[in-house]
């Protein structure tokens, strides 16, 4: 094998290589080195057959330690292969990434040398870095765009609001005092429920755009559903409810998670029939988050509506504002978690809320109420 690897053949194999290659002996003496080894770490050929080698590329490297206890293993006879990535300092190309690999090299169960390779993988760190930074100002310029369309969606509302009220208010003074066969009734009935749409648009508006500041604390999941369900209401008269039987504990803020889950309550139980309508509600874990489901047999969703389920102002309902969906996302966004909406399994819709446990999920208790 040795006198292969001397052969003016194997020299020439070698420097056919698009990585460096060092061989050295298990004494850690180099015998051969590729071109690439030479352009990648900037030395002569025949500097790489002198002593002192090691400790000059080691010299350069950003951590020499780690180079050397990789050498030394080697050296010990601690074979197997071994891969660092390390950054260097050539002398005339500058700050480079390398990835570095070796292998020992058997013959008859016995190492008889090292294989040093160096990679430079410079230009794809490079690239990464520069996506990477494309990205995060992409996403800040977004962020960006996306709270200055909050800003002008407040003041659109702010300056509906006045004129609304104002409007709202003549017409329904002006209705009450005419009689009530009155042809003039009809029409003014028409103005007082525009202007309580129109209120009502710029209340949603407003409440999206809210500013959201979570504080998160300690709290079980059956008070978050609870308190969702209080804030709709007679609404959940409407169906009968089955709820888990025990409840774990997590880490959210519980007034925001609320509102969350109350949007999605409000969304199942709006496209409940008139009679027989029912609320499922389970939880479980699942790669370190807790799914909450929130199952209904209402009327189901239209495929060609699910592209547009979570956008602002898409709604089926004859009377709705479309903007209930949208806010649970964004701040269940804030939250760190996610909802999804999608057809149930036999018939209705069946929401899934995604929140982060962040901390172990203490054990499920029995509820006491649901």
Known sequence: MLTFIHSSYFRNLLDGFSVGA???NAGGRVYAANLAASAILGFGKERFLRPGIFEEISSRLDSPAEFQGMLQSLLQGQGGAHSLRLTYNHPSRGRLHLDISSNSLIESDKVFGILLEFNDITEIINLAEREKKMLTERARLQREHI?????????????????????????NLMLKRKPEDDPDCRLLDNILHGA???????????????????????????????RARKELGGLVERARWQTPAKSPVIVTDPAWAAQAV???????LEALPAEGGEIRISWR?????????????????APQSLCYLFDP??????????????????????????????PGLDQGALASIVLPVRGPIASPVENQQT
């Open 22 to 24: 060092i061989l050295m």
């Open 147 to 171: 709270q200055s369309l909050y800003g002008f969606s407040e003041a659109v509302a702010h300056q509906i609001r006045n004129p609304c009220m104002t409007i709202g208010g003549m017409a």
């Open 196 to 226: 309580q749409r129109l209120e009502a648009i710029v209340e949603a508006v407003h409440s999206f755009t809210k500013p959201i500041q979570p504080k998160p604390e300690r709290v079980r999941l059956a008070t978050i559903i609870n």
């Open 262 to 268: 109350g949007e999605a309550l409000r969304n199942a």
């Open 285 to 301: 874990v699942r790669e370190g988050n807790l799914v909450l489901e929130i199952a209904d047999n209402g009327h189901g969703l």
């Open 313 to 342: 102002f898409f709604t089926t309902k004859a009377v709705g504002v479309g903007m209930g969906l949208c806010r649970a996302r964004r701040i269940l966004n804030k939250l760190g978690g996610e909802i999804s909406l999608r």
